[in-house]
Protein backbone atom coordinates (compact mmCIF):
# COMPACT_ATOMS: atom_id res chain seq x y z
CA UNK A 1 0.00 0.00 0.00
CA UNK A 2 1.44 3.43 -0.89
CA UNK A 3 1.59 5.51 2.27
CA UNK A 4 3.76 8.63 3.43
CA UNK A 5 4.50 8.98 7.22
CA UNK A 6 5.73 11.73 8.44
CA UNK A 7 7.63 12.47 11.83
CA UNK A 8 7.33 14.49 14.48
CA UNK A 9 3.92 14.80 14.50
CA UNK A 10 4.07 18.31 16.18
CA UNK A 11 7.02 20.49 17.04
CA UNK A 12 7.34 23.42 19.23
CA UNK A 13 11.06 25.18 18.99
CA UNK A 14 12.37 28.57 19.79
CA UNK A 15 12.99 31.33 17.40
CA UNK A 16 16.39 31.19 15.86
CA UNK A 17 16.73 27.66 16.31
CA UNK A 18 16.99 24.44 13.41
CA UNK A 19 15.22 21.62 13.27
CA UNK A 20 14.93 19.14 10.59
CA UNK A 21 11.45 17.10 9.71
CA UNK A 22 11.27 13.54 8.89
CA UNK A 23 9.34 11.80 5.80
CA UNK A 24 8.99 8.14 5.12
CA UNK A 25 7.56 6.50 1.98
CA UNK A 26 6.69 3.49 0.85
CA UNK A 27 5.45 4.29 -2.62
CA UNK A 28 5.92 2.59 -6.07
CA UNK A 29 6.82 3.59 -8.75
CA UNK A 30 8.17 6.77 -7.76
CA UNK A 31 8.36 9.80 -9.69
CA UNK A 32 9.38 12.38 -7.64
CA UNK A 33 8.47 14.10 -3.91
CA UNK A 34 7.78 17.14 -2.85
CA UNK A 35 7.62 19.32 0.18
CA UNK A 36 4.48 21.54 0.67
CA UNK A 37 4.33 24.47 3.84
CA UNK A 38 1.10 25.68 4.66
CA UNK A 39 0.05 27.77 6.79
CA UNK A 40 -3.19 27.59 8.95
CA UNK A 41 -6.45 28.53 7.04
CA UNK A 42 -4.31 28.62 3.36
CA UNK A 43 -3.37 26.52 0.79
CA UNK A 44 -0.38 24.36 0.58
CA UNK A 45 2.47 26.17 -0.85
CA UNK A 46 5.16 24.22 -2.85
CA UNK A 47 8.88 24.66 -1.26
CA UNK A 48 11.10 21.86 -3.16
CA UNK A 49 10.55 18.70 -6.02
CA UNK A 50 13.21 16.67 -5.66
CA UNK A 51 13.56 13.70 -8.51
CA UNK A 52 15.09 10.48 -7.97
CA UNK A 53 18.35 11.28 -8.67
CA UNK A 54 18.26 14.34 -6.32
CA UNK A 55 20.07 14.14 -2.79
CA UNK A 56 19.56 17.85 -1.82
CA UNK A 57 18.02 20.66 -2.69
CA UNK A 58 17.92 23.91 -0.96
CA UNK A 59 15.45 26.87 -1.21
CA UNK A 60 16.69 30.07 1.35
CA UNK A 61 16.80 28.45 4.74
CA UNK A 62 14.99 25.49 4.09
CA UNK A 63 17.33 22.28 2.82
CA UNK A 64 15.75 19.19 1.84
CA UNK A 65 17.20 15.83 1.10
CA UNK A 66 16.31 12.45 -0.40
CA UNK A 67 17.54 8.53 -0.11
CA UNK A 68 16.31 6.94 -2.45
CA UNK A 69 17.00 3.72 -1.21
CA UNK A 70 16.36 3.96 2.42
CA UNK A 71 12.89 6.22 1.07
CA UNK A 72 13.33 9.11 3.13
CA UNK A 73 13.47 12.41 2.94
CA UNK A 74 14.22 14.92 5.38
CA UNK A 75 13.49 18.95 5.43
CA UNK A 76 15.95 20.83 7.74
CA UNK A 77 15.06 24.53 8.34
CA UNK A 78 17.96 26.80 9.33
CA UNK A 79 17.92 29.67 11.57
CA UNK A 80 13.69 29.21 12.22
CA UNK A 81 11.47 32.49 11.96
CA UNK A 82 8.11 33.65 13.56
CA UNK A 83 6.47 33.16 10.11
CA UNK A 84 7.64 29.54 9.43
CA UNK A 85 4.80 28.63 11.91
CA UNK A 86 3.09 26.14 9.58
CA UNK A 87 2.07 22.70 8.29
CA UNK A 88 4.81 20.61 6.48
CA UNK A 89 3.49 18.38 4.27
CA UNK A 90 5.85 15.87 2.72
CA UNK A 91 3.84 14.25 -1.17
CA UNK A 92 5.24 11.68 -3.10
CA UNK A 93 4.15 11.28 -6.80
CA UNK A 94 3.65 8.47 -7.91
CA UNK A 95 2.17 8.56 -11.09
CA UNK A 96 0.59 11.32 -13.43
CA UNK A 97 -2.62 11.57 -11.67
CA UNK A 98 -1.81 10.27 -8.21
CA UNK A 99 -0.10 12.03 -5.21
CA UNK A 100 0.70 10.92 -1.64
CA UNK A 101 0.03 13.23 0.90
CA UNK A 102 1.67 12.51 4.26
CA UNK A 103 -0.25 14.11 7.19
CA UNK A 104 2.02 16.38 8.05
CA UNK A 105 4.32 17.91 10.91
CA UNK A 106 2.89 20.88 12.40
CA UNK A 107 6.12 23.39 13.32
CA UNK A 108 5.19 26.15 16.02
CA UNK A 109 8.27 28.81 16.78
CA UNK A 110 8.36 30.67 19.63
CA UNK A 111 9.77 34.08 20.51
CA UNK B 1 -0.76 37.52 -11.09
CA UNK B 2 -3.89 36.79 -9.36
CA UNK B 3 -3.15 33.01 -7.97
CA UNK B 4 -5.89 30.46 -7.49
CA UNK B 5 -9.40 32.26 -5.70
CA UNK B 6 -11.95 30.38 -4.61
CA UNK B 7 -15.36 31.06 -3.28
CA UNK B 8 -16.77 31.08 -0.24
CA UNK B 9 -14.33 30.72 2.14
CA UNK B 10 -16.26 29.73 5.01
CA UNK B 11 -20.07 28.07 4.64
CA UNK B 12 -22.60 26.35 7.11
CA UNK B 13 -24.90 23.54 5.48
CA UNK B 14 -26.78 21.16 7.29
CA UNK B 15 -27.31 17.65 6.53
CA UNK B 16 -29.18 16.12 3.45
CA UNK B 17 -28.31 19.96 1.47
CA UNK B 18 -26.47 20.71 -1.62
CA UNK B 19 -23.07 22.36 -1.79
CA UNK B 20 -21.61 24.57 -4.49
CA UNK B 21 -17.49 25.38 -4.53
CA UNK B 22 -16.05 27.35 -7.31
CA UNK B 23 -12.64 28.49 -8.12
CA UNK B 24 -10.73 30.53 -10.36
CA UNK B 25 -7.07 29.24 -11.45
CA UNK B 26 -4.03 30.37 -11.87
CA UNK B 27 -3.54 33.00 -15.01
CA UNK B 28 -1.97 30.54 -17.75
CA UNK B 29 -3.38 27.35 -16.08
CA UNK B 30 -5.85 24.96 -17.38
CA UNK B 31 -6.03 22.38 -15.62
CA UNK B 32 -8.35 21.95 -11.82
CA UNK B 33 -7.51 19.62 -9.33
CA UNK B 34 -9.97 19.62 -5.93
CA UNK B 35 -9.38 17.79 -2.46
CA UNK B 36 -10.78 17.34 0.59
CA UNK B 37 -8.76 18.41 3.47
CA UNK B 38 -9.76 16.72 7.02
CA UNK B 39 -8.41 18.95 10.40
CA UNK B 40 -4.74 17.40 11.28
CA UNK B 41 -5.22 15.09 7.49
CA UNK B 42 -3.20 16.07 4.26
CA UNK B 43 -5.20 16.59 1.65
CA UNK B 44 -7.75 13.63 -0.42
CA UNK B 45 -7.65 14.21 -4.02
CA UNK B 46 -11.40 14.41 -5.28
CA UNK B 47 -10.95 14.96 -8.92
CA UNK B 48 -9.26 16.70 -11.62
CA UNK B 49 -11.30 18.32 -14.64
CA UNK B 50 -8.81 18.84 -17.86
CA UNK B 51 -10.85 20.58 -21.59
CA UNK B 52 -14.43 20.79 -19.30
CA UNK B 53 -13.90 16.64 -18.61
CA UNK B 54 -13.31 14.93 -15.37
CA UNK B 55 -10.10 12.52 -16.33
CA UNK B 56 -9.41 11.57 -12.94
CA UNK B 57 -11.50 10.92 -9.50
CA UNK B 58 -10.22 9.78 -6.38
CA UNK B 59 -11.63 7.25 -4.03
CA UNK B 60 -15.15 9.73 -3.51
CA UNK B 61 -18.32 8.50 -4.43
CA UNK B 62 -20.70 10.02 -6.86
CA UNK B 63 -22.23 12.29 -4.44
CA UNK B 64 -19.20 14.48 -4.94
CA UNK B 65 -19.41 16.02 -8.78
CA UNK B 66 -17.42 18.77 -10.69
CA UNK B 67 -17.54 20.82 -13.86
CA UNK B 68 -15.02 22.65 -15.48
CA UNK B 69 -16.28 25.65 -17.58
CA UNK B 70 -14.57 26.75 -20.73
CA UNK B 71 -12.73 29.78 -19.07
CA UNK B 72 -10.93 26.83 -16.62
CA UNK B 73 -12.74 27.91 -13.79
CA UNK B 74 -14.04 24.84 -11.80
CA UNK B 75 -17.23 24.09 -9.61
CA UNK B 76 -17.43 21.10 -6.60
CA UNK B 77 -20.56 20.04 -5.72
CA UNK B 78 -21.60 17.81 -3.34
CA UNK B 79 -25.34 16.32 -3.01
CA UNK B 80 -26.85 14.87 0.28
CA UNK B 81 -24.22 16.21 2.79
CA UNK B 82 -22.94 14.41 5.64
CA UNK B 83 -21.39 15.15 9.08
CA UNK B 84 -18.04 13.65 7.53
CA UNK B 85 -18.08 15.93 4.85
CA UNK B 86 -17.03 18.55 6.95
CA UNK B 87 -13.41 19.95 5.71
CA UNK B 88 -11.27 22.51 3.91
CA UNK B 89 -11.42 22.06 0.53
CA UNK B 90 -9.23 22.63 -1.54
CA UNK B 91 -8.84 24.11 -5.40
CA UNK B 92 -5.25 23.43 -6.97
CA UNK B 93 -4.45 24.71 -10.64
CA UNK B 94 -1.83 23.50 -13.23
CA UNK B 95 -0.68 23.51 -16.21
CA UNK B 96 -1.65 20.74 -18.58
CA UNK B 97 -3.46 17.10 -18.15
CA UNK B 98 -1.65 15.45 -14.83
CA UNK B 99 0.91 16.17 -13.12
CA UNK B 100 3.51 15.75 -15.57
CA UNK B 101 7.30 15.91 -14.89
CA UNK B 102 7.63 18.54 -12.10
CA UNK B 103 4.41 20.18 -12.52
CA UNK B 104 3.51 22.17 -9.45
CA UNK B 105 0.10 22.83 -8.02
CA UNK B 106 -1.06 26.32 -7.51
CA UNK B 107 -3.39 25.79 -4.51
CA UNK B 108 -6.38 28.30 -3.12
CA UNK B 109 -6.61 29.40 0.31
CA UNK B 110 -9.52 27.18 0.73
CA UNK B 111 -13.29 26.68 1.21
CA UNK B 112 -14.15 25.63 4.51
CA UNK B 113 -17.40 23.60 5.17
CA UNK B 114 -19.18 22.93 7.93
CA UNK B 115 -22.11 20.25 8.31
CA UNK B 116 -24.09 20.50 11.36
Known amino acids: KNQVEQSPQSLIILEGKNCTLQ??????????LRWYKQDTGRGPVSLTI???SENTKSNGRYTATLDADTKQSSLHITASQLSDSASYIC??????????WGAGTKLIIKP | DAGVTQSPTHLIKTRGQQVTLRCSPK?????VSWYQQALGQGPQFIFQ???????QRGNFPDRFSGHQFPNYSSELNVNALLLGDSALYLC???????????????FGAGSRLTVL
Open chain 2, 92 to 106: ASSNGQGLTGANVLT
Open chain 2, 27 to 31: SGHDT
Open chain 2, 49 to 55: YYEEEER
Open chain 1, 23 to 32: CNYTVSPFSN
Open chain 1, 50 to 52: MTF
Open chain 1, 91 to 100: VVKVSNYQLI
